[in-house]
């Protein structure tokens, strides 16, 4: 929203952060940091949103990967399963 609307958060931005309280303009301060902020939180949305693309096609991936072998996944699991029985067994004394 940020994006499409910047001089709309800006103003808004200006307005609830740097009130001027003789009517007049905005201090620099408040102008240079309300300009830098709305393009701050597009970066890091953007950011998030590049971050849970690769997450997903690396999950897509593994998900693809083992199923695409399932011999050698259920190998694998048979082997485990046999693993706990064994340490399920009760000690004989």
């Known amino acids: 929203m940020s994006a499409t609307r910047h001089a709309t958060a800006q103003s808004n931005c200006e307005s609830s952060f740097f009130p001027s309280v ?3 303009n ?3 301060e408040g102008q240079a ?3 830098i902020f ?3 939180d597009v ?3 953007g950011g998030l949103w590049v971050v849970l693309a ?3 096609v690396n999950f897509w991936m593994y998900h693809h990967s083992f ?3 399932p011999s050698s996944v259920l190998f694998l699991y048979d082997n485990f399963v046999i693993f706990l029985r064994a ?3 009760p000690r004989e004394l």
């Open 22 to 24: 003789d009517g007049s």
């Open 26 to 28: 905005t201090s620099a």
């Open 33 to 35: 940091l309300c300009k």
């Open 38 to 40: 709305p393009w701050i």
């Open 43 to 45: 970066g890091i949305m």
């Open 54 to 56: 690769i997450a997903q």
């Open 67 to 69: 199923h695409s072998k």
């Open 87 to 89: 340490r399920a067994r």
